[in-house]
């Protein structure tokens, strides 16, 4: 018997990776950090054939507030793309935001909520939203593909406009449930 490999159900109706890429576009986002992750594959592509967006894969998600830090101090805008299972790796990092007032956005798939599979997922998905909001982060849900766009629009407005640190949470009910199918 070949070994379980995940699969996602992505949800369906409008395309709210694409609202999100062109949201970041409007916004002067000159730079994407990420860990790999399903959830944001299709983004990551889209910035990935973008030569004015420069992506940068990273080994650790504490990694991309630093990156996004340093893009401001050198004039760009920055966004982190991570999985929840990765935010708990950035809570020290957080008090660099807080510290230096750095601006900063982050799109953060959701595990542990919406049919989960895995267990492991589960504490650090109930934990996500406090840990940033104890952090002095402002937290958005995304919960609907048709509000992405918008979402993603006022998230950059508020965190690049005003030096404020953001997350947005995109639920996992968006991104599908993943599941474990025999390879054959």
């Known amino acids: 018997m070949a070994a379980a490999a995940p699969t ?8 709210w990776p694409l609202a999100i890429y062109e949201a970041l576009k409007s916004a002067d986002v000159r730079q994407l950090c990420y860990v790999p992750d399903a959830g ?18 990273l080994t650790t998600e504490e990694e991309g507030v ?36 750095f601006p900063f956005l982050t799109f953060v798939t959701m595990r542990g909520e ?5 267990p492991w997922q589960v504490p650090m998905g109930k934990a996500t939203q406090s840990a940033f909001e104890i952090m002095g982060v402002t937290v958005f849900r995304m919960e609907r593909p048709e509000d992405a766009g918008e979402i993603a629009a006022a998230a950059a407005t508020l965190a690049f406009d005003s030096d404020q640190p953001i997350a947005v949470l995109i639920s996992q009910r968006m991104i599908g449930a993943k599941k474990w199918t025999e390879n054959k």
Do not use: K, Y
């Open 66 to 101: 630093a990156l996004g830090a340093g893009a401001w101090l050198g004039g760009q805008r920055a966004v982190l793309l991570m999985q929840s299972s990765g935010v708990g790796n950035c809570v020290n990092m957080f008090s660099l935001l807080a510290s230096c007032r």
């Open 40 to 57: 944001h594959a299709r983004l990551i592509r889209l910035t990935h054939d973008d030569p004015a967006i420069a992506t940068t894969v």
């Open 114 to 118: 919406w049919a989960e599979f895995n």
């Open 8 to 15: 996602d159900t992505p949800s369906t109706g409008p395309d």
